[in-house]
C-alpha cells in the first residue's frame, strides 16, 4: 500500500489520460448541445457528458499535490504553470466567449483558465511548506490566493481539493473522505457568492446583497436545479481516487515517455480550446460588414 492507497491500480499517467478525456467530453458537449431544449433525450446526454467533465479539475489537483512532494524543482513547475497559464487565457476566453481576446478586467466580469487556478494551487502548497513566514503573513497570503481563484475556472475549489490532498498526501483515505463534504461546502458557498456578485452588480449595497444573496438562491433554486445537474459527476470522481495507486507513471524520470506526460496536458489544453472555438465561432479574424 502506498500513500493509503491500493498498490496496484491506475498511476498518475493513466489518471491524466482519463482526465484529458473527460475534459474534451466535457467541451464538446459544450460546444454541440445546450441544456436548453425542448429534445429531453439531448438535455441527459448534456447532463451526462458535462457530468464526465467533472472529473478533469480534481484529478488534476490530486495529481499537483503528488507531483509537489516529487518534483525535482518547485520553481521551475510555478513558471511552467504561470507560463502556461498565460498561454492559455485568449483560448479560453475565445472558446467561452467567441471573442479573441484577453477579455474585461471589470471584476465582475473577468475570469480565466483552470491553469491560473493550477497556479495559484501550487503557489498555496509554497506557501503552506514554507517555514520562514509568520502565521499572520501566511494567512494573509492564503487569503490573496483564494481571492484570485474567484477569477479562475472552478474558482477556489482546486485550492481546497489540492491542500485536502497535500495534508492527507499519506493517509488518502482520509483525503477520499473528505472529498464529499467539501466538494459539497463548495457547491453552496460559489452558488451563494455568484447571487452575492450579481446583486453587487446590478447597483444594490453591500449588506443589501449579503442580506438578499441566500433568499434569491432559495427562490430560484428550483429553476436552476435541472441545469446543474452535471456536477453530481463530481461525487462518482470518488472510485479513481481510490484506485490510484500514487505513482506517477510506468517510465522512468527523463525518458521520452515522462517528457511527454509531463508537456502533453499544457499545449493539448490551448490548443483543444482553440479548434473547439473555431468550429463554434468560426474564424475570429474574418470580419463581415
Not at 151 to 165: A, E, N, Q
Not at 232 to 245: E, K, M, T, V
Not at 251 to 257: D, Q
Request: aromatic share 22%; proline share 4%; charged share 15%.
Amino acid at each position: 500500500m502506498q500513500n493509503g492507497v491500493l498498490k496496484n491500480g491506475l498511476n498518475g499517467f493513466q489518471l491524466k489520460i482519463i482526465a484529458i478525456c473527460a475534459m474534451v467530453i466535457d467541451h464538446a458537449a459544450w460546444v454541440f448541445l445546450r441544456p436548453y431544449t425542448e429534445n429531453f433525450a439531448l438535455y441527459v446526454l448534456y447532463e451526462i457528458l458535462r457530468g464526465i467533465g467533472r472529473f478533469t479539475m480534481p484529478i488534476m489537483c490530486m495529481l499537483l499535490a503528488d507531483g509537489f512532494f516529487y518534483t525535482r524543482s518547485v520553481k521551475k513547475y510555478l513558471i511552467r504553470l504561470f507560463i502556461f497559464a498565460l498561454i492559455s487565457h485568449v483560448p479560453y476566453y475565445f472558446f467561452d466567449y467567441g471573442i479573441f481576446s484577453i477579455g474585461s478586467f471589470s471584476i465582475y466580469k473577468f475570469q480565466t483558465s483552470i491553469i491560473f487556478n493550477l497556479f495559484l494551487c501550487l503557489c498555496t502548497l509554497v506557501l503552506l511548506k514554507t517555514e520562514k513566514i509568520c502565521a499572520v503573513l501566511k494567512l494573509f497570503g492564503l487569503s490573496l490566493l483564494f481571492l484570485s481563484s474567484w477569477f479562475c475556472d472552478w474558482r477556489f475549489l482546486p485550492i481546497m481539493l489540492t491542500v485536502l490532498f497535500y495534508v492527507f498526501y499519506k493517509k488518502r483515505f482520509i483525503a477520499i473522505g473528505l472529498y464529499l463534504p467539501v466538494v459539497l461546502i463548495w457547491l453552496f458557498i460559489h452558488h451563494w457568492a455568484g447571487y452575492f456578485m450579481l446583486l453587487l452588480e446590478k447597483g444594490n449595497p453591500f449588506i443589501f446583497a449579503l442580506q438578499n444573496a441566500l433568499p434569491s438562491l432559495i427562490e430560484d433554486f428550483p429553476q436552476i436545479l435541472p441545469y446543474k445537474l452535471f456536477f453530481i459527476g463530481l461525487f462518482f470522481l470518488i472510485p479513481f481516487f481510490c484506485l490510484y495507486n500514487g505513482k506517477p507513471g510506468n517510465f522512468k524520470k527523463g525518458s521520452v515517455k515522462a517528457k511527454i506526460s509531463k508537456w502533453f496536458f499544457y499545449l493539448f489544453y490551448p490548443l483543444h480550446l482553440l479548434i473547439l472555438a473555431f468550429i463554434k465561432y468560426g474564424n475570429p479574424f474574418i470580419f463581415t460588414d
